[in-house]
């Protein structure tokens, strides 16, 4: 018990600082803009693809074309919009990588020695 509410202290701490850090977690509304914009960009390559490739190698015409590159875009569109913002959602809630601190060669004290030696 004693433990884990150290633990559970330090992660408060943590959360604080990355707070004051500008480290801070996505907020919904942030994620749902980054998932719209990405998927403008997305969509709009989805359906350029799907109309040139049922335009040139098919028989179909150009207003057939159209209008299943427009109907397979709607259904990308609506369908990976709700994915991508259940993806970024869940990944905002994991801590792993997220508050990435340089600590690795700097306690080596072997580095230390390495650019004394380069001086």
């Known amino acids: 018990m004693y433990k884990f509410s150290d633990e559970k202290k330090n992660m408060e701490d943590e959360d604080k600082t990355n707070v004051k850090l500008g480290r801070e977690k996505d907020s919904p509304v942030r994620s749902i803009l980054k998932a719209i914009s990405w998927r403008a960009i997305a969509s709009g390559t ?27 875009t709607a259904i990308d569109v609506i369908a990976k919009l709700a994915f991508y913002y259940l993806h970024e959602r869940l990944w905002t809630n994991i801590r792993w990588g997220k508050y990435w601190k340089r600590t690795f060669w700097r306690e080596r004290a072997w580095r230390r020695l390495y650019n004394k030696m380069h001086k």
Do not use: D, M, P
Not at 46 to 68: D, H, M, P, R, W
């Open 46 to 72: 989805t359906f350029l693809i799907t109309f040139v490739i049922f335009n040139q190698y098919t028989e179909k015409s150009e207003g057939e074309a159209l209008k299943i590159a427009r109907n397979i």
